[in-house]
């Protein structure tokens, strides 16, 4: 059997999986990233997308307007408002193989300042920059630093490929570059 860290540097580094790739754990001073026993903690980029202060209404999935969010770009962190979200994107690029899905998970750092960071399953044959919800389900401000660990992401690897990939379906979240929108 080959060991998990072993196969995702391999992934990696032969197929382009995760790019820009960090073959280590780095935590000197940063909330960690890099490869991990099990999986890959990425990052936050440095551009977040923050529910604007003054919206009014109701937030609709079918008819999302992109006017009610403000765009910030900061090198360093970004303060949620108290019970607020920000949509931000993972600073890694990732391809997925036809025969892996993953599972991904906000960082417990985070999780445990009230900060709740929302991501759905990398299909097989996803590729792009993965799009973030980040939640302050706290009453005070919160921190997000830019360029610094976010997630956890968890390679589940089949002995078949799938029947059907994203790629195949033409899924409407095909390699996105920045921070992607609600579609339908």
């Not at 909330?31 to 903690?41: A, E, F, K, V, W």
């Not at 109701?58 to 008819?63: E, G, L, T």
């Not at 899905?101 to 996803?126: D, H, M, Q």
């Amino acid at each position: 059997m080959v060991k998990p860290d072993t196969w995702i540097k391999r992934m990696a580094v032969e197929r382009k999986m995760i790019e820009p790739f960090v073959e280590r754990q780095v935590s000197n001073g940063v909330i960690s990233y890099g490869l991990s026993s099990y999986g890959y903690d990425f990052r936050v980029g440095n551009e977040f997308k923050i529910l604007a202060r003054d919206t009014a209404g109701v937030i609709d999935p079918k008819n999302f307007a992109p006017k009610i969010l403000e765009d910030i770009k900061t090198e360093t962190f970004a303060v949620i408002p108290p019970n607020c979200i920000v949509i931000a994107r993972s600073v890694e690029y990732f391809r997925i193989p036809r025969n892996v899905i993953t599972i991904a998970f906000g960082k417990s750092t985070y999780a445990r300042c009230g900060i709740l960071v929302n991501i759905t399953p990398f299909e097989p044959e996803w590729e792009g920059h993965v799009t973030l919800s980040i939640v302050n389900t706290t009453s005070a401000p919160a921190r997000i630093y830019a360029n610094e660990g976010i997630a956890q992401v968890l390679f589940l690897e089949s002995d078949e490929v799938c029947a059907v990939s994203y790629a195949d379906k033409k899924g409407k979240y095909q390699a996105q570059g920045g921070i992607t929108l609600p579609k339908v």
